[in-house]
């Protein structure tokens, strides 16, 4: 096997990643004849120690605080508004309905306002041109409008 | 506490869920935005960061993956959000020797910092994941969200890439010592 994929395999070797007992014993047979392997075997071992004395940091006595404070605590202080308002969204949703009615009722007005006119319109096309009415009515209202 | 049991307390109380898994996470999240900021001050504020994309979208979790699995995806993806916002990380072909600030105080994880800080992301996050966290490969690739081969091939490079770096500031004997 070439040195490459040696070097490749003696990583996860190091990461006790390697159970197979045929590949451990290729690895180990191979490390015994090859210098340049075993030179970096050395130093991946080297590599490895030294990460595990990697000190790592202790959360800070406030950040456990800090993180209640932005999720859990923000939420409940939201809450909290809503207790001091309880009936805020009957009102919101009353008001959504008291402004949809009343446009409701201002399309209804335009709407009559419109009849008379048309009405009228259509009773004087009716005096004026009666006889035209019985034969066509559509031409009647149009000339009535235009 | 087994994935199964969390996922039954986030049914009846989220609150609840989510303060037991902060209690349980909140170090492991602090130890992986550690070496990728280097610095106490900026990996508190990923931590919280993390923690505050998890309680908006605890319900989101399901169960599909491992809980861990999720949250260090959380957390790498966030510590990346941050080494763009930052642009901290130095190119690979970077002078080594000359950019490597190491006074004779500096301690091993001072050192640690500065080689580990200037790796391109993908490396970083590898090494941390493995050397530091101790993740298995098949884990780092559901983390990473790539295939297990595409880990062993950046370990393998961001493990060279690191003991060049290192070579330059530990003396053989010093390594040995540590054994």
Not at chain 1, 106 to 122: A, G, H, N, T, V
Not at chain 2, 119 to 148: M, Q, Y
Request: with cysteine.
């Amino acid at each position: 096997m070439l040195c490459s994929k040696i070097k490749l395999l003696l990583n996860k070797y190091i990461d006790f990643e390697i159970t197979a007992p045929e590949i451990q014993n290729l690895l180990k047979a191979h490390l015994a004849r090859c210098s340049s392997c075993r030179k970096y075997y050395k130093s991946l071992r080297s590599l490895k120690n030294i990460l595990a004395a990697y000190e790592n940091i202790s959360a800070g006595a406030d950040l456990e605080k800090k993180i209640l404070d932005q999720t859990i605590n923000r939420k409940s202080q939201f809450s909290g508004q809503q207790m001091l308002f309880p009936h805020y969204h009957f009102f919101s949703g009353a008001l959504a309905a008291v402004a949809l009615i009343a446009l409701l009722y201002s399309i209804s007005l335009f709407k009559i306002e419109q009849s008379p006119i048309d009405e009228y319109l259509l009773g004087k096309a009716i005096t004026e041109n009666a006889d035209l009415f019985n034969n066509d009515k559509k031409n009647i209202i149009a000339s009535a409008f235009y | 506490m087994p994935d199964t049991v969390f996922l039954n307390l986030l049914k009846t109380d989220k609150n609840q869920a989510f303060r037991h898994l902060m209690k349980e996470y909140q170090n492991r999240v602090l130890h992986i935005a550690f070496p990728f900021t280097g610095n106490s001050a900026d990996a508190e504020d990923i931590t919280q960061e993390v923690f505050i994309k998890i309680f908006n979208n605890i319900e989101k979790f399901r169960g599909m993956s491992k809980l861990s699995t999720w949250i260090y995806r959380i957390t790498v993806n966030t510590c990346k959000n941050f080494t763009m916002r930052t642009k901290k990380t130095v190119p690979l072909n970077c002078n080594i020797p000359a950019a490597l600030n190491i006074s004779e105080d500096n301690g091993i994880r001072d050192v640690l910092h500065e080689a580990i800080s200037r790796l391109p992301f993908n490396f970083k996050s590898v090494i941390i994941l493995k050397d530091i966290e101790g993740k298995t490969r098949n884990e780092i690739s559901e983390i990473l969200k790539c295939r297990p081969g595409t880990v062993d091939s950046r370990l393998f490079r961001a493990r060279n890439l690191l003991k060049k770096k290192l070579k330059l500031v530990f003396r053989p004997e010093e390594i040995y010592a540590m054994q």
